[in-house]
């Protein structure tokens, strides 16, 4: 531990104290945010656990140090709570792609479908769909569905829809949203780095595109990926999702070595380069002037009440889909 980041500890720890608060950070924040997280006694974690931990907490406070859906997600589960952001433009391209007027007329045009939308849209989306879910459910869950012969309305990432449909065989419509850091890892590249690499494990997140999917060892979630870092029995791990995910991964496996999967190469450029510019915008800076500024969110309480239901209803499945599948194994 260096001697800066020992004094910024001992001064957010002192900070959150005096405030109530509690600092929870997600995968995809810089390294030093997510040390912080963890040694203060936060969490860091995807963006369901962290709203969850969120509620097992006595503080009145949580600081979430990600972006705006994770934000709204932990008011909606805690709404008796002050919950600030460190960022309020810290938005997603996932929850930005799917606005209220036009998604709710597509989902006019298919009035005898259940709506499914992913983690990553904005508190007024979830609260007119049926069911919220993650990347680490969203399989059981769509074919539970099918299973009671329901039809689907997906959103809003097509390329996680085209992945869940490749896997299950079931139809959906798919709104056409996508995640412009995963959206930009290029195939050819990716190819090359691995016969460079020869012995090595590619794992993928869902929001990539099916040509990247197609050449990956493991495809799943944030917290399925860090799991499968540290199962891999390769030395050379290729990583396709945000890179300050990295930070656990080492944390795991110090002796492994970490790749990117490529956004850039031959005849291409990368805008985003493996980073998410939103998540970005969380600093050390602005975390310890958090409550100096306009960073608390607010949500209306129909919003609130709504969106709580599809997400409970997602938190009950995952709990049984859980139980069952350790009463299987
Ligand atoms: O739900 C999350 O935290 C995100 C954005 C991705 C994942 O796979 O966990």
Redesign the pocket.
Same mark, same amino acid.
């Given at each position: 531990m260096n001697i800066q980041y020992t004094e910024k500890l001992k001064f957010v720890k002192n900070f959150l104290r005096q405030n109530d608060a509690k600092l929870i950070a997600?995968?995809?924040v810089d390294e030093e945010l997510q040390k912080l997280a963890e040694d203060t006694g936060g969490c860091v974690?995807?963006?369901?656990?962290?709203a969850k931990f969120g509620s097992q907490q006595k503080e009145s406070k949580l600081i979430i140090a990600?972006v705006r859906f994770?934000g709204e997600t932990a008011k909606i589960l805690n709404p008796e709570k002050n919950i600030y952001v460190i960022d309020k433009d810290a938005t997603?391209s996932l929850d930005e792609s799917c606005q209220l007027e036009p998604f709710q007329k597509f989902c006019n045009s298919f009035p005898d479908r259940e709506i499914v939308v992913?983690?990553?849209t904005s508190a007024k989306i979830k609260a007119i769909s049926d069911w919220v879910v +993650?990347?680490?459910i969203a399989i059981p869950l769509v074919e539970n569905l099918a299973s009671q012969n329901k039809k689907i309305i997906w959103a809003p990432d097509k390329y996680l829809g085209a992945y869940i449909q490749d896997q299950t065989g079931i139809d959906m419509k798919i709104w056409n949203g996508a995640c412009i850091v995963h959206e930009e890892y290029k195939t050819i590249e990716l190819k090359k780095l691995i016969t460079h690499l020869g012995d090595c494990d590619v794992l993928v997140?869902?929001?990539s595109p099916r040509s990247i999917i197609q050449l990956a060892d493991v495809v799943?979630?944030? +917290?399925?990926?860090i799991n499968a870092s540290q199962k891999s029995k390769s030395k050379n791990i290729i990583v396709a +999702?945000e890179k300050n995910i990295f930070y656990q991964m080492k944390k795991l496996s110090p002796e492994k070595n970490f790749f990117e999967a490529p956004t850039e190469g031959e005849g291409a450029t990368c805008k985003s380069c493996g980073r998410c510019p939103w998540m970005d915008l969380n600093t050390y800076k602005k975390l310890i002037n958090i409550f100096t500024g306009n960073n608390e969110l607010l949500l209306d309480e129909l919003v609130i009440r709504n969106a709580k239901k599809s997400i409970n209803r997602m938190i009950e499945f995952e709990d049984k889909f859980y139980q069952e599948s350790t009463r299987v194994s």
């Amino acid at each position: 531990m260096n001697i800066q980041y020992t004094e910024k500890l001992k001064f957010v720890k002192n900070f959150l104290r005096q405030n109530d608060a509690k600092l929870i950070a997600h995968y995809y924040v810089d390294e030093e945010l997510q040390k912080l997280a963890e040694d203060t006694g936060g969490c860091v974690a995807d963006s369901l656990q962290m709203a969850k931990f969120g509620s097992q907490q006595k503080e009145s406070k949580l600081i979430i140090a990600g972006v705006r859906f994770m934000g709204e997600t932990a008011k909606i589960l805690n709404p008796e709570k002050n919950i600030y952001v460190i960022d309020k433009d810290a938005t997603c391209s996932l929850d930005e792609s799917c606005q209220l007027e036009p998604f709710q007329k597509f989902c006019n045009s298919f009035p005898d479908r259940e709506i499914v939308v992913y983690a990553n849209t904005s508190a007024k989306i979830k609260a007119i769909s049926d069911w919220v879910v +993650t990347s680490s459910i969203a399989i059981p869950l769509v074919e539970n569905l099918a299973s009671q012969n329901k039809k689907i309305i997906w959103a809003p990432d097509k390329y996680l829809g085209a992945y869940i449909q490749d896997q299950t065989g079931i139809d959906m419509k798919i709104w056409n949203g996508a995640c412009i850091v995963h959206e930009e890892y290029k195939t050819i590249e990716l190819k090359k780095l691995i016969t460079h690499l020869g012995d090595c494990d590619v794992l993928v997140h869902p929001e990539s595109p099916r040509s990247i999917i197609q050449l990956a060892d493991v495809v799943g979630s944030t +917290t399925k990926l860090i799991n499968a870092s540290q199962k891999s029995k390769s030395k050379n791990i290729i990583v396709a +999702t945000e890179k300050n995910i990295f930070y656990q991964m080492k944390k795991l496996s110090p002796e492994k070595n970490f790749f990117e999967a490529p956004t850039e190469g031959e005849g291409a450029t990368c805008k985003s380069c493996g980073r998410c510019p939103w998540m970005d915008l969380n600093t050390y800076k602005k975390l310890i002037n958090i409550f100096t500024g306009n960073n608390e969110l607010l949500l209306d309480e129909l919003v609130i009440r709504n969106a709580k239901k599809s997400i409970n209803r997602m938190i009950e499945f995952e709990d049984k889909f859980y139980q069952e599948s350790t009463r299987v194994s």
